[in-house]
């Protein structure tokens, strides 16, 4: 084992799961159970629970389930060993000697983190130096301060095939390590050299405060113009924002989006605290659910431009499901906010801010600008589009509000708008109602494990192996009763698994939580069990209960080994018989 199982024991006892979701999760206690926006994937309504009896978490939502342990890791993006670490610390309990299971995997992520520091700091150095002096010159020309550029850790990389190699190799690291951080690439022909040549250097930041990544902007006409660092053990372009490590220790509730490292820069400097940026790509699921853990309100500040529309398009209803409430800026005179500033001055941004656009009426007027308003048949094909839109707003006073709008603009009567988006806000709930109908129908379907290798052969026996791992969780007292019971007699593969695992803790009186398990499940086992386990369970007869269950398994179990039996002997008859015939056949 990697971890003493005593060890694993009290750190579990010692964190409360509830307190632990709460510093990132705002958590709201319903019945028995705490309910809140996942922190996993983007929602609007709370699917996610925390129980604190059986201290489990789990999204009915996206289907993320564990302990504690579990909890950390996929928060934290860490193996199992390093969030182990950390809820130790937590604990404050003393970390034992670990054994080599996850030395590797901490090792290379301890190695990767270093190398990036140390590269940063070469960046950074080469800046202020003769190598760097156009790369300072244009920074300074951007309108950038000193100040600024510490801040920011802002860097060069000289216009050389193997400057941060030569550098990084008297620390130690060979071409293989830089390869592995995502700092060199390696040609068709097995050449390795530097990935940043000539480029001004943006460090990524995680809100850990560790260097995990690097953007760079070309000096010259090269291409592409901007390059990012791939992703690696360390970095997740689609996990991280940039300048969120300061951003998120801002007083504002409000986070401003923009496309680019320069306009995130330029704003903080600027007084705006509370700006960030994607990482050389759209917004996703998982930035938006990011940022919900440290704002309630986004203003989206992108580029003027076709594109900048177009993914201001893509990210409002991603931050709207993550329970951000959306604006949008809306510009003239510039192209983004680093143009703006520069031009006009903070205050005349400050200003812009104020009179951000809600998000139903900017998406509105994009809806409009599709369409001709003086020719009849255009205007009838924007109501339609602009309805589709409104009906898939959940309040009723949005819809008639916001509905109101859109016959404005269109020239129209109120109720002949509303009658529209009545009209498909009513096809919507039938779509969703024939969806519901056929998972009633189907409940054998419903209940399956999401992921087809865990898919139940035998429903009925693996129902009860459910309840049987069920009561072992909240009573490992009732492991004696289950001695003739075999681990093999269990039709389920993972249930068989995590029987056999809580047996063994059970026999060796330590706690059978299922967060005891997280170093011996898979994520994706880890998820299936927790909706096990959150399923409900007596414990007023539990003794009838697991006589019943065993009874099934055994049962069940029977009729597959009759089955094999059968098969075996109708193999072994078809096999005489072809015998038989072929010697008869001979002479």
Known sequence: MAVPERFLDELIARTDLVDLVSETVRLTKKGRNYWGLCPFHSEKTPSFSVSADKQIFKCFGCGKGGGAINFVMEMENLPFWDAVVLLSKRAGMEVPERNTYSTGMKERREKLLTINREAARAFHRWLHASEGEHALSYLQNRGLSRGTLTRFGLGFAPNSWDALILELSKQGYDKRDLLDAGLAVSNQDGRIYDRFRNRVIFPIIDVRGDVIGFGGRVMDDSTPK?????DSFVYNKSRN???LNIAKKSKSDTVILTEGYMDTITLHQAGFDNAVASLGTSLTQEHAQLLSRYFHHA?????????GVSAAQRAIPLLE???????VLRMTGAKDPDEYIKQFGRDAFSHLLE???NQVDYRLHQIQKKYQMEDDNQKVAFLHEAAQMLSTLSSAVEREVYGNHAAAMAGI???AMSYEIKKAFQQRVKQSQRQKERQVLTPATSLQPKLREFHYENFRSARAEEGIIRLLVLDPSIHSSLTHLDAKQFSSPLLAKAYQLLMERAKAALSTQLATLAMDLNAQEMDHLTYVISQPESLANSHQSLSNYISIVQEEALKRTHTD????LIETKRKTLQKKAYMEDQP
Do not use: C, M, W
């Open 299 to 307: 203003i989206l500040s992108y580029d003027s431009d076709t594109a």
């Open 413 to 415: 009567s109120s109720e």
């Open 355 to 357: 009179q951000s656009e």
């Open 226 to 230: 901007y390059l990012n660092s791939p």
């Open 565 to 568: 039996d059968i098969q075996l």
């Open 241 to 243: 924002v940039f300048a």
């Open 321 to 327: 499901k993550a329970g951000l409430q959306v604006r």
